[in-house]
C-alpha cells in the first residue's frame, strides 16, 4: 500500500482498476470527449466505497470474496485452484496453501465478521504476506492494489488530485483551439477510436499545428512528433516522429523523409517522392475498414466451411472403402442384436413356451386389437407408474411397495415389449417357414427356435438393406426410406406384441374375451375349418420329417450290415492271405 | 384453494422427498468437504420483499436479525451435491441451495450442511420457506410479514412465533410433506386465515401468543395426526369432513356436526377450525 501510494505521488502510472482510466497522453488534449471524462473522475473518485453486500465462500480450493457497493459495482477477488482472479480477469497464479493463501483466507474470514469502515479498514491493511516467490509477491502486490485503489480514501483523494490536475492542463490546452469550428471530426465518433489511439502514438514530444501550414525545409530535421489539424504540411527535409493529420493535406517533396507512421484523418496524401518508414495509416475511414474486416472475417469462414464440407463430401466419394466399411460394422452391428435377442428368445422357449405361444397366437389372429392394446399400453405406461407411485404413497402400507414398484413396474414393460417382440418374430418366422425361399430351410416350423431367429432376421431385413444401400453413396435416399420402414415396422412390431402379452396377460391366459370373434372363429371363418395355414405348414413339416427320418431309419437299417459283410469277407481275405492264419 | 389441492400440494414435497431416497444410492465412507458461504447485505429501503428460501437437506435456522441487514446467511454445504443461490434484485431475494444432478444420499447429508439465515424485521416480507429433508427451526416473531408460505419435505419442523408479527399477514400457508411439524405461538400469527396441508405425519399447531384478532384454520390431512392446542381463553369451533380420523376434543361440546367450545359465546377471541382428513386423529387440547 505504501509503495502505490508513492507511485500516486511520484506520478507514476498505477496499474489496477481505477489507474487504467487516469492515463493522460498529450494526444487526449486534442479530445473533447476524452477531457470530459478526466474532468468527471475526480468527482467520482474522491466518494469513499459504500458496501451494502458482501459474501464470502470458502472451500478447500476456493476462497472468494465478493462486494457489492451503494454504486452498483461489484468487486470479485477469487483464489481459486491455483488461479487469482479479480472479476474474470486472471491477474496471476498462487500455490494452494501458500503464504498468500493463508494471508488471503484469514482476510476474508475476518470480513465475515466486519461491517462498514472496520470492514473497509481491514481491506486496505491488508499487506502481501512475506517470503512469496516473484510470481506471488507480483500478484500479491496486484491484489493489494487493487484493494487499496477500491477501498482506501487516501489513494483514492491522491488519484483524484492527480486527475483534477490533469483536467486543468488539458483545460488550458484547449483553449488554443476551442474556436476552431472546422474541427468537425472530433465530432464523428466513429474517427474518435482511431484518432485517440494514433494521438497516443504521438507519444510525449509533440508539435500542434492548428488551422495553419507548416513547412520543414531541405535539410532540416525536425525531432519531433506533429500534429497537424486542418493546414498543409509540406516536408522537404526530416521529420523524426509520427504525424498525425486532420482535416488537412500532406505533401512530401522528393527527398523528403517522415522517420516514423503517417496518420491521416479526413486528410490528402501528396508524396512526390518522399520516403514514409512507418507507413500511412487512414483513419478517416474506419468503418470502411471495419467492413472489409468483417466482409474478410465471413469469406473466411464461408471458405473454411466450403473446405470442411469438400472435405466431407471428399471422403464421402473418393473413399468408397470407408462406406463399405462402416456399412459392414452396421451390418454386423444389427445381425449382433438379431443374435441377442434370438437368444433370449430361445431361452423363452426353453423355459415359458406355452406363455411364448399364447402370445404368438393372440398376436397372429388378434393383430390389429393386439396393436390397439399395444399402442394404448404404451401412451398409458408412464401414467400409471405415476399414478401408482402417486397412489402407493398415500397409504402407509403402500410406502414400501414404492420400494417395489418403482424398479419393477419398467422391467415388466420391458420383459413385456421383448417377449411380445419375440413373439411376433416367431409368427414372422412361421410365415417365413411357409414361403421356402432358397437358404431358409433351417427356418423348421417345428423348431421354434429358428422361427424366433427367422422372424428376426425378417425384421431385420430392412435395417441390413439399409446398410447394404448406405454403401452406395448415390442410393442414400433409398437407404434412408429402408431404415424409416424398418422403424415403422419394429414400432408395429412391438405395439403388436406388448398388445398381446397385455392381452394375455403374459401368456398366462389365452385371451378369453373375443376368442371366437378374433381368434378360432375368426381363423376359421377366414381358412376354413382346419385351413390355418400355420397349422397345415406345421402338419406338412412334420409329416415330411417323419417320412425323413423314416427313410434314414431304413437306410441305417441296410447301411450295417452291408459294411458287415464286406468286413467279415475283408477280414476272411485277409486272413487267406495270411500265411501264419 | 380447495381442500384437495391443499393435500395434494401437501403431497408433492414429501413425493419428491421420497424420489430423493429411492434415486439415492449409498455413499458410506465418503467424507464430505463442506464449503462455506456467508453472505449478508444491509437494507437499501423498506419497500416489500418477496423473500424466497429453499434448502434441500441438513439442518437449517431462520430468526429475526439486525433490523438495518437485510439477511445474513450462514451457509455450510457439500458442494458436490448442492450448490448456494445468493439472488438479490430489486423487490426479490433468493437464497439457500440449489440440488446439483439427481442422486442424493438424503440420509448422509441430514448431518452435514447447514442453514443459519437472520432476516431483517423492519422490512415486510412475503416469505416462501421451501424445505426438503431438514431439521428446521424457525422464528419468525416480530417479523414484517405481509403473505407466508412454508412448505416441508421429510423433515422436522419447528415454526415459531415467539413474538407478535407487524402487519396483517393476506395469506398463511402451510404445506407439510411426509413430516413431524410444530408451529409455536400462532396466536402471534396476525393472519385472519391461515390454511394447513398435510401429508403423512404429525402436525401440531400451538395457538399461544398473544391473540388480537379471531382466526380461520382450514386443515387438509391426508394420513395422520393433529393436535391442536388452544389457550383456554380463546373460543373454539371445530368443524370436520372426515373419514376414519378419531377425535378427542378436550372441553368441546357437540353441536351438530361440529364441536364447540363452552365459552364460544362469551370469548373475546375465537378460533374456527375446518378439518379435512382421513385416516388418522384430531386431538384438541386446551393450554393455560
Known sequence: MRKLLA???????????????????????????LVAVAAELPAQGTQVPEVVSKMVSMGPDEARLTLELASGESMELTLSEGTVRMGDQVLGSYSPGDALDRAWRDLVAEVLTLED???????????????????????????????????????????????????????????????????????????????????????????????????????????????????????????RGDVLVVDGEVELQPGSRIVGTLSLADADLDNDGGEITGGVRHLDSPRADLESQIRAEVMRELRSEFDADRHRNDWGWTSPVLRVGRGFGRIFGTLFNVLILGLVGAALVHFASPNLEAVADVARNSTGRAAMVGFAGGVLALPVFILGIVGLAVT???????????????????????????????????????QRYPYTEWVRVTNPVTLVFGGLLVLAAPYLGAHLLGMVGLLDPFSVLLKVSGVMFTVFAAAVGFGAVLLTRGGRKPEEWGTEMFTRGWRERRWGRGGDPEAEAFDAELAREESSTAEESVEADDGPAGEGESARSDAADDRAGDPNA | MTAREIRMRSLVPGLLALAGLLLAFPEAGTAQELEQVSASRRVDDRAPMDVRVKYGVGRLQIRPG??????????????????????????????????????????????????????????????????????????????????LEISTGASESTV????????????????????????????????ERLEVGAGVGEVTLDFGGEWTQDMRVDVSMGLGALELRVPEGVGVLLEKDTFLTSLEAEGLERDGSAYRSTNWGSARHRLTVDVDAAFGSIRVVRTR
Open chain 2, 66 to 147: 439486525d433490523a438495518d441487514v437485510l439477511y445474513r446467511m450462514d451457509l455450510r454445504f457439500d458442494p458436490e451435491h448442492f450448490e448456494p443461490v445468493v439472488e438479490y434484485s430489486s423487490g426479490r431475494l433468493e437464497l439457500g441451495t440449489e440440488t446439483r444432478g439427481r442422486n442424493l444420499n438424503i440420509k448422509g447429508h441430514q448431518d452435514g450442511g447447514e442453514l443459519d439465515l437472520e432476516l431483517s424485521p423492519n422490512v415486510p416480507m412475503d416469505l416462501v420457506l421451501e424445505f426438503g429433508a431438514v431439521r428446521a427451526t424457525v422464528d419468525l416473531g416480530g417479523m414484517e410479514l405481509t403473505d
Open chain 1, 117 to 239: 469502515e472496520a470492514l473497509l479498514q481491514a481491506l486496505v491493511d491488508w499487506t502481501p504476506p512475506e517470503g512469496l516467490d516473484p510470481e506471488g509477491s507480483r500478484v500479491a502486490e496486484r491484489m493489494d492494489e487493487f484493494l487499496a485503489l477500491n477501498f482506501d480514501s487516501a489513494a483514492i483523494q491522491a488519484l483524484a488530485l492527480e486527475a483534477q490536475q490533469e483536467a486543468e492542463a488539458l483545460e488550458l490546452a484547449l483553449d488554443g483551439i476551442r474556436g476552431l469550428e472546422s474541427l468537425s471530426i472530433l465530432s464523428r465518433v466513429q474517427a474518435l477510436s482511431g484518432l485517440s489511439e494514433a494521438l497516443e502514438e504521438l507519444g510525449s514530444r509533440v508539435q500542434v499545428v492548428v488551422d495553419d501550414d507548416l513547412e520543414v525545409d531541405a535539410g532540416s530535421e525536425l525531432r519531433t512528433s506533429l500534429l497537424v489539424v486542418d493546414g498543409t504540411l509540406e516536408v522537404r527535409g526530416t521529420v
Open chain 2, 160 to 191: 415459531d412465533f415467539s413474538r407478535p408479527t407487524r402487519g396483517r399477514v393476506r395469506t398463511a400457508e402451510l404445506h407439510v410433506g411426509a413430516a413431524d411439524f410444530l408451529a409455536q405461538n400462532l396466536g402471534n400469527l396476525r393472519a
Open chain 1, 396 to 434: 402407509i402400507i403402500g410406502i414400501p411397495a414404492i420400494l417395489l414398484w418403482v424398479p419393477l413396474f419398467p422391467l415388466a414393460v420391458l420383459l413385456a415389449a421383448i417377449t411380445g417382440y419375440l413373439a411376433v418374430a416367431r409368427n414372422l418366422g412361421a410365415w417365413l417357414a411357409r
Open chain 1, 7 to 33: 507511485d500516486l505521488r511520484m506520478g507514476r502510472p498505477v496499474g489496477g482498476f481505477i489507474a487504467g482510466g487516469l492515463r493522460a497522453p498529450v494526444g487526449v488534449l486534442v479530445l473533447g470527449l
